[in-house]
């Protein structure tokens, strides 16, 4: 039986470090087709590709590709789709982490993290949507987080986003299913990327094989939501099941950052 990823092509955006450079890797692993590899950093995007170039016979595609630049998307997404005359996955990936407090946000800052993290998936989704809609299948893969599923003080800012790409992604589903399209929506909670920058990754974090092969996993499933780890997953029921409970814990974790924040400067 074929694989859902066998012989298909795919794009992703972010790809050249963390989940992006994971869902790449593993797509190939796959048997995908050819990986349209997006991604604003070039030396990091240029050395990745080289290197899954040498392990999967030249099936990656590396494109310098801004995702708040609409024009550059849209040329990464035709790039795919020139390649066999089809587009059949397009991941958006590419987005940063806020955890700031109140006072240190700025309106440039919510312009920024807005322009990466909710319009750079639109450019994505918006630009495929019309290619998938008129050979009537194609699978749109947005990335999320634990953080558009539940509030969670200190990120307000990437909450807004996240929860903006986890609402359009659910609407799309239940408007262009009918017409062969799929979409669904990755929501991890901490995973060991470059997302932590200097900082240590918490304990709970999980590998980023580990992420990738479990959203590829429910991809193929075809999931609409896909949280991890275990531990977000919980989180998320019980913000939907015992908010008197949820409120008590989302407390806790509120006074856990301010105190960090007053003695190291860092939220953990």
């Given at each position: 039986m074929t694989g859902y990823f066998e012989g298909k092509v795919a794009v992703v955006t972010g790809a050249a470090s963390g989940i992006g450079l994971g869902l790449t890797e593993h797509l190939l692993t796959r048997g995908a087709r050819a990986v349209y590899m997006g991604d604003v950093q070039a030396e990091g995007l240029a050395r990745e590709s080289e290197r899954l170039n040498n392990e999967y016979s030249g099936r990656a595609f590396p494109v310098?590709?801004?995702?708040?630049?609409?024009?550059?998307?849209?040329?990464?997404?035709?790039?795919?789709?020139?390649?066999?005359?089809?587009?059949?996955?397009?991941?958006?990936?590419?987005?940063?982490?806020?955890?700031?407090?109140?006072?240190?946000?700025?309106?440039?800052?919510?312009?920024?993290?807005?322009?990466?993290?909710?319009?750079?998936?639109?450019?994505?989704?918006?630009?495929?949507?019309?290619?998938?809609?008129?050979?009537?299948?194609?699978?749109?893969?947005?990335?999320?987080s634990m953080a558009g599923l539940v509030p969670i003080p200190y990120q307000a800012v990437y909450t807004a986003s996240k929860a903006a790409v986890i609402s359009m992604t659910e609407s799309l589903q239940y408007e262009l299913n009918v017409e062969g399209l799929q979409f669904s929506v990755f929501c991890p909670g901490n995973v060991r990327t470059p997302i932590f920058g200097d900082l240590t990754p918490p304990p709970d974090a999980i590998s980023v094989d580990d992420a990738a092969d479990y959203i590829l996993d429910e991809v193929e499933k075809k999931s609409l939501i896909i949280a991890f780890p275990q531990t977000t997953r919980d989180a998320y029921a019980l913000y939907r099941t015992d908010r008197q409970e949820f409120d008590r814990q989302v407390a806790k974790l509120g006074a856990e950052r301010r105190e960090n924040y007053r003695t190291k400067g860092t939220y953990f």
């Open positions: 310098l590709t801004d995702v708040t630049k609409l024009d550059q998307v849209a040329e990464l997404i035709s790039a795919a789709k020139a390649f066999d005359g089809h587009l059949d996955f397009v991941f958006n990936n590419a987005g940063m982490g806020m955890t700031l407090p109140t006072e240190q946000i700025t309106f440039d800052i919510w312009r920024f993290i807005i322009d990466l993290n909710v319009m750079g998936v639109v450019h994505g989704t918006y630009t495929a949507i019309p290619i998938m809609r008129e050979q009537g299948f194609g699978h749109i893969v947005n990335a999320a």
